[in-house]
């Protein structure tokens, strides 16, 4: 069973900056793939990030691919999503996720996905 609490959102001004992190519970973090994916309001989850293992493989949705930047710290069994260049169809609440620890590919389907944090909003305002 993992755990995941989310943090650091919060209102920013388009083209500031902004890094949510994810602390995961438990000692199975390192062979967790994660994930960050968001939901605005009236539409679908949407997947924004994800990165292996190891952290040397990392997939990015086209949408945020050279403004957002997705890493971890297995030490600290923590995930990051640091935000440049953000615009205002960035606001939403952002989600961190987990595979189970025997699914090793990344992935970018919210089905692939057996942990979620509860969220953290980000707000850009315009």
């Known amino acids: 069973q993992v755990q995941l609490v989310e943090s650091g959102g919060g209102l920013v001004q388009a083209g500031g900056s902004l890094r949510v992190s994810c602390a995961a519970s438990?000692?199975?973090?390192?062979?967790?793939?994660m994930g960050w994916f968001r939901q605005a309001p009236g539409k679908e989850r949407e997947f924004v990030a994800c990165?292996?293992?190891?952290?040397?493989?990392?997939n990015y949705a086209d949408s945020v691919k050279g403004r957002f930047t997705i890493s971890r710290d297995n030490a600290k069994n923590t995930v990051y999503l640091q935000m440049n260049s953000l615009k205002s169809e960035d606001t939403a609440v952002y989600y961190c996720?987990?595979?189970?620890?025997?699914?090793?590919?990344?992935?970018?389907?919210?089905?692939?996905?057996?942990?979620w944090g509860q969220g953290t909003q980000v707000t850009v305002s315009s």
């Open positions: 996720a987990a595979r189970s620890a025997w699914m090793n590919n990344i992935d970018s389907r919210v089905g692939a996905y057996a942990y």
């Open positions: 438990g000692r199975s973090f390192s062979r967790n793939v």
């Open positions: 990165i292996s293992r190891s952290g040397d493989t990392t």
